[in-house]
């Protein structure tokens, strides 16, 4: 019995591995409760409940895909302040899962252990998943669906490989608009899943991802007017979305300098104020110069894959140097060029492969490969104490700390208001704003999805109008003609 045991604990721990690395995904959440940003409300919160009532709120609000998942999740569930972080550990542990099963084919035990550690405990990933909204959520989508595109080609069901392309051309149409920076993932998922493919298959999969690609539309349409959508996508460009654009030459540089330093050096970018980077104290960087050597080694069946590799690695340099030329390099930084640090973990990712293949193996440059899952772990406790520090981008209006200690208890405080009586909103009450800055729209689609999706009985919420004299009542549509600003 003891032996039977001991045989089911040796073929099945390493299932355990990505759930345990999830579990510091779960603490760090946890610890980030005690404030919120702009962004997070204007994203996860405001933008849904437009989204809600069939509406979008501006062309700039365009991540639909975010709004549908998080408008589903809160219908399904009911509404809570923090039912994105939620989805995000959702998203979280089915991407530690699907990363496990990709890499289990690929690397033996160690290397598998220590390719999961670095990843699933990335100091970015960490930090990015509590947030709200959707910065770095890349990270944990690409896993999943890499997965699908691996397992594709060995599907055998005429049947089932060709549900799996539709949710394929499904998913590739949800990705960027979940958010923009998954669009750069696309072309490699493609040539991945028409690996092998015949002329007969990759026509046949071309329809089937047609119809996914199609099916997504019909499925916006059920909540936002075919109108606005088509306004929306003749709008927002799917490159320069949120940009100002500029070709300065002096600014790319800025601008890549900014996304270095958010890697090796310290966060401090826009909404980025990560304490200690993937790569920072230096020596983590050896450890993909040593999967780089491994990889060299590997020279007969690896050496392509290296050349493919920085191929790649240069193929993003040159979008990002199309996408980073803005006139605003202060909100550019590691939020939207996470594809880099997913690059970089790919090149380690192959180097273990290589390391597992070639023999005799150094002793020395075994142990640096080890630095970048030990960087991760040192550097667990000071970035999960940095989260308690207030942010400058923290959200300080009707539920920030001016008035509150916690945005949590401040919105329950004024949910339990609203269904007892109207609640008259006046920025004039705002002493650090009074009119200029102060904004009625995050407050009341915050306060109002509570009510709408949990059923509950709440009065009406009004706004000052400064123009009028009046209290007004609060509503979508009175966005739409600009009355207050956006």
Known sequence: MRQRLSTIFKTYWPYAIPLLLWLIQLAYTLNSYHQVRYEELAEAIRNVYWFKHGQVYDYLSGHLGFYLIYHLFNTIFGFSFYNPKIVKLIFALCSNYALFFILKKYLKPWSLFLALTAYCLSPTMLYFNTFLTHYGIDLILISPLLYLALTLPAIKSGYLKAFAYVLLGFLLNLYPRIYLSTIFYLPALLLISWRKASKLDLLKSLLCLGFGFSLLFFVLGLFVPWSDLLTLELKRNAVFTQVDKSFAPTLLISNFNQVLRDMFINGNSYNFNLQYPDFSL???????????????????????????????????????????????????GLRRSTIFLFSLYLIYWIGLWAYD???????????????LPLHHL??????????????????????????????YLAYQNILSIIQHQNINLKCEDQTPYKTSGCRYQELFSLIRSACEYNHLDCHTMYGYDPKTKQFLELNTKLWETYYFAH
Not at 302 to 308: F, I, N, P, Q, W
Not at 387 to 396: E, H, Q, S, T
């Open 282 to 332: 230096t020596f983590p960087g050896l450890a993909l110069l040593a999967a780089m050597y491994f990889i060299y080694r590997k020279k007969s069946q690896a050496g392509l894959t290296l050349l493919l590799a920085i191929i790649s690695l240069g193929c993003l340099l040159n979008i990002y140097s199309v996408i980073s030329m803005t006139a605003y390099p202060e909100t550019q």
């Open 378 to 407: 040192l550097v667990l406790l000071p970035n999960y104490q940095n989260l308690a520090v207030p942010v400058r981008w923290r959200y300080r209006q009707w539920i920030g700390e001016d008035f509150y200690q916690n945005p």
């Open 357 to 371: 293949h070639i023999k005799p193996k150094s002793l020395f440059l075994t142990v640096i490969l080890v630095l």
